[in-house]
């Protein structure tokens, strides 16, 4: 093999390549090299990419010449830090909508694009990703890396359970599995009724690996209960999901290993960003792991786009560094994390974000000037044993005070030993939130089921004063 295993620009893997079965490591050389040596690495590579983009993009050159930035000028990862600015979300709709379909940043001829997925565009203009041939065979392969990070191996069956349409994630992990030269089992997600159908396939094939979303894994796992089956006889050993940051919240990440008898890995970072799994676990370290080699990721402050220290909290900024069709470079995610670079137990020498993707720095709540996330919300009612598995939060102003509702589900038991259960409930929630807010919020305990409950990625968060006003309403009327 070449040196760095076959790391060249523009990027060509060998398909006929497979690691030994007991090898840890997919590329062990790339995986835990010095970190220093892999930095050195990743600056020629992002040498490669930004003269790429430069040549064959007009959105890069025309971004980069207004910033005062050419690509001969990159000598460091400080100078790309600091010459190099981010690209937001807006700047891809905007150029798209500009020069449709692909926008200004597809660096390779239209007719060069073999697969396109995007966006839902429930939220504005979609997104449209256009992916060439040798892109997807790169996305599949650094898939197949992370899955075998997790310990799926050829010939394991590995269901992929969410929703095969523009949505990449599902198309991701069938890539992978493929690549893998694992089974795929495409079931899919999203029709009515189909739970019931999963969980008899599940049953019957026992595979070995399950993706799909930790809110869709539990709703399963319920469902497969309440029709007589024991989610922990369908044999899988390894959960992995995107899609949301459930899986890197503690409660929820035991409650599936719990109900499936699983190891459950968080993974995934966004649809622009694909191959996603770039920020994922590995069977032996907890957490995820930035993947370098694959995208470069930078844990940045939100308000300077420069990198945190180690231990902070902050944006990821991505950049592909296998990607010739649409690249990414210094993309802001928008998403929040803490990363730490801490030896692993598997030997990998890339930094971590021990507690994944917390949640969306778009979903800040301040109230009361003291800055709330609905992920960490959803963390300290999960840990309570009674909670029903929903809830919403409401927010609001009452006079010149912000103020914060949290409608709670509890438990069928619970709800079913009547109002004294209710109030003890009422008053443990208040406790834990008041504990880790550090702020007063009114708390509703409400019956099982009284909140829809999602496939999908939960929104849980309404800004809505008239239902706010009812609901305060009725919870003084109950306190009376």
């Not at 969410?162 to 997600?189: C, D, K, N, Q, V």
Request: glycine share 8%; charged share 20%; with cysteine.
């Amino acid at each position: 093999m070449a040196a760095m295993e076959q790391w060249n620009w523009p990027p060509s893997y060998d398909d006929s390549y497979m690691p030994d079965p007991s090898s840890r490591h997919w590329f062990k050389e790339r995986e835990t090299m010095n970190p220093s040596d892999r930095e050195a690495a990743i600056l020629t590579r992002l040498q490669d990419v930004c003269a790429y983009a430069y040549a064959h993009a007009p959105f890069y050159r025309r971004k980069w010449d207004e910033a005062g930035f050419h690509p001969s000028q990159l000598k460091s990862l400080e100078d790309f830090e600091s010459q190099v600015p981010v690209v937001k979300k807006a700047e891809l709709r905007a150029s798209q909508e500009a020069h449709p379909p692909f926008g200004e940043y597809l660096c390779v001829p239209e007719h060069e694009v073999a697969r396109v997925h995007g966006t839902s565009g429930t939220t504005g203009r979609p997104t449209a990703f256009g992916i060439s041939t040798q892109d997807w065979k790169s996305i599949s392969n650094a898939h197949a890396r992370v899955m075998w990070a997790m310990g799926m191996r050829p010939g394991d069956k590995i269901c992929v359970a969410a929703i095969f349409s523009l949505y990449m994630g599902s198309w991701g992990a069938l890539g992978g599995t493929e690549r893998l030269r694992a089974t795929a089992f495409p079931f899919g997600a999203g029709a009515a009724g189909m739970s019931s159908r999963c969980a008899q396939w599940l049953d019957i094939l026992k595979p070995a690996g399950f993706y799909g979303t930790p809110t869709y894994a539990i709703h399963l796992a319920e469902t497969a209960i309440k029709d007589g089956r024991d989610p922990r006889e369908f044999g899988l050993k390894y959960m992995f999901f995107s899609g949301e940051p459930g899986a890197s919240i503690p409660s929820i990440r035991g409650r599936i290993e719990e109900l499936y008898g699983a190891k459950v890995h968080d993974s995934g970072s966004m649809g622009e960003m694909t191959p996603w799994m770039h920020v994922g676990g590995s069977k032996e370290t907890p957490g995820m792991l930035c993947w370098q080699d694959i995208v470069y990721t930078e844990v940045c402050d939100p308000a300077t786009h420069h990198r945190v220290p180690y231990g902070q909290r902050g944006t990821p900024v991505y950049t592909h560094l296998e990607r010739t069709s649409q690249p990414m470079i210094r993309f802001e995610s928008g998403d929040l994390t803490v990363w730490t670079n801490d030896a692993t137990p598997c030997g990998r020498t890339y930094p971590q974000l021990p507690m994944g993707i917390i949640g969306r720095i778009d979903d800040l709540i301040t109230i009361r000037g003291e800055n709330v996330y609905p992920s960490e919300i959803e963390a300290a009612l999960t840990q309570l044993p009674g909670y029903g598995g929903e809830h919403r939060i409401y927010i609001s102003r009452e006079g010149a005070m912000d103020e914060l509702m949290i409608s709670v589900e509890i438990g069928p038991e619970g709800w079913a030993k009547g109002e004294d259960s209710h109030k003890a409930f009422e008053a443990t929630v208040a406790t834990q939130l008041h504990n880790m807010l550090g702020l007063r919020s009114v708390i509703e305990i409400v019956a099982p089921n009284t909140h829809e409950h999602t496939d999908f990625k939960a929104k849980r968060v309404v800004d809505d004063r008239s239902a706010f006003a009812e609901m305060h309403a009725r919870h003084l009327e109950a306190s009376s």
